[in-house]
């Protein structure tokens, strides 16, 4: 819903296709958008321990980087596995606009956002 809820906003992200095309479209978001966050949260692993924990300063910048950069990443594979579902005019501030577009929506919707809002 968020992925075509986004894309009108969005000039040079147009998504074509039906209800299927978007089922799909999102089924291989998630998947390439969870694959990234296992990566990232590998690396900072490996990063805190082979620096005993001192790597943690450099891990919080790489953390909210790959936050931000993880839905843009996801919506290009997205768009090279499904061409003719999505289609980008141009990669770098189309793509990177959508996923911070995408990102805050979806940080936006998280349920202990909303509860801690409310205390």
Do not use: R
């Amino acid at each position: 819903m968020a992925f075509v809820y986004v894309t009108p906003y969005i000039s040079g992200v147009k998504f074509q296709g039906d209800w299927l095309g978007a089922l799909f479209a999102s089924l291989i978001f998630n998947a390439a958008f969870w694959g990234l966050e296992c990566l990232f949260g590998v690396i900072v692993f490996g990063i805190n321990i082979g620096t005993l924990g001192l790597g943690a300063f450099l891990t919080g910048s790489i953390k909210f980087i790959a936050a931000l950069l993880s839905p843009s990443l996801a919506l290009c594979g997205v768009a090279q596995v499904m061409p003719h579902v999505v289609k980008l005019g141009h990669y770098f501030p189309d793509t990177l606009v959508f996923g911070f577009a995408l990102g805050g929506l979806l940080w936006a919707s998280l349920p202990e956002k909303k509860q801690k809002a409310k205390g």
